[in-house]
């Protein structure tokens, strides 16, 4: 049986323990231009002091083949910048509005009756009875009846002003002209006042039932207009020079898989939090169809302009090790050498090389984990060592003649 065929046992173990090791720019805001603070020389003396001297691999065609080991060329050229967070969906507050009272009385009669129910502007929402609201209508009526009777010019002047005082005492309480004129014209009162909605949107707020009394300034309703939303976001201190007003944003939803949102930065705030060290930012969703809520959980991808001209490779290239950040260079013997590299800013597919590569260099790009894991352990070019105890003789289907 063939040296590659002994060692696969081996090969899954070490994968397993690499996979804990595995490289990514995001922690827990999941932010993608990050930086590996990691340098030194290449030699073999400096990866031994951080962390332990690693092997060349060598590897046949077949080998690469089966493990899937791919290649790619270091290149210069301009990397597209994402800057990677999440955050969550929220009422867009210039679309809020209150409903309150501003006359004491009593609720007679809910026409909206749940929160979260649909509203649209100029829709009744309740009828309140005051007994104020009776009394003003009937001096309303009574200043016009003066106005009507007059005879004197000094008694008109008076009965006038005394109908524009009861006019505009109903306008305070946002009885609509068309309701003064009709009382004024009938010499009819009403029981009622409606309070009607002042924007279309959802009920987000409801703090009255039938019954009820409500005093001036007591919020009644509260209703949101949900045909726009903002996504709130925590960015990493170091990439808020990536992130500015106008900035375009796209935005996925684990609650419409395979779909993405696009929207813009409207509002970076202006102070970092000292805990976190983060700085908030605002996007602006549009919302036509009320499919995004607030309280949605969303992953943001801002991006910021390109750099210039630099080294880059594949993300799969570059192992992070947490005390290193590694490539596997092909060497002019074929092998397959570990090269510590300082590693910038990355996009979702690109990360920039600082230091450690040469442009024209060829690295590992795909199945680097399973490389790294060899070098570590030093034996894709050889025999797998037997685990302690293990008499490899005695194992079914190994064949040791070539021994």
Known sequence: MSTWKQIVPSVSVVVAAAATVAFGFGDGQGTETQQAAVGGEHDHAAMAASGGEMKPVTLDAEAARRIGVAYTTVVRQELPVFVRTVGNVAYDETR??????????????????????????????????????????????????????????????????????????????????SEVRRIEES?????????????????????????????????????????????????????????????????????????????????????????????????????????????????????????????????????????????????????????????GRASLQLVEILSGLEEGDRVVSSAAFLVDAESNLGTMSGEAPPMPGMDMGSMPGMDHSNH
Do not use: C
Request: charged content about 25%; overall charge negative; glycine content about 8%.
């Open 96 to 177: 809020l509005a209150n409903v309150n009272s501003k006359i004491e009385g009593w609720v007679e009669k809910l026409h909206v009756e749940f929160t979260g129910a649909p509203v649209r502007a100029g829709q009744p929402l309740m009828d309140v009875y005051s007994p104020a609201l009776v009394s003003a209508q009937e001096e309303l009526i009574l200043a016009a009846r003066l106005v009507r009777e007059a005879s004197g010019e000094r008694s008109s002047a008076n009965a006038e002003e005394l109908l524009q005082s009861a006019r505009r005492r109903l306008a305070y309480w946002d009885i609509p002209d």
């Open 187 to 343: 010499g009819e009162t009403t029981k009622v006042l409606t309070l009607r909605a002042p924007a279309t949107g959802v009920i987000i707020e409801k703090g009255v039932v039938e019954g009820d009394r409500i005093v001036p300034g007591m919020t009644v309703f509260r209703i949101a207009d949900l045909s726009r939303v903002w996504v709130e976001a925590d960015v990493f201190e170091k990439d808020l020079a990536f992130v500015g007003v106008g900035q375009g944003a796209l935005v996925n939803f684990e609650a419409y898989a395979g779909r993405t949102f696009t929207g813009r930065v409207a509002y970076v705030y202006p102070t970092v939090s000292v805990e976190s060290r983060t700085g908030r930012i605002r996007v602006e969703l549009p919302n036509p169809a009320g499919e995004l809520k607030p309280g949605m959980y969303a992953t943001l991808h801002l991006q910021a302009p390109p750099t210039a001209a630099t080294l880059v490779v594949p993300r799969s290239a570059v192992i992070e090790t947490g005390e290193r950040t590694l490539v596997f260079v092909v060497g002019q013997d074929g092998a397959l050498y570990p090269r510590e590299v300082t590693a």
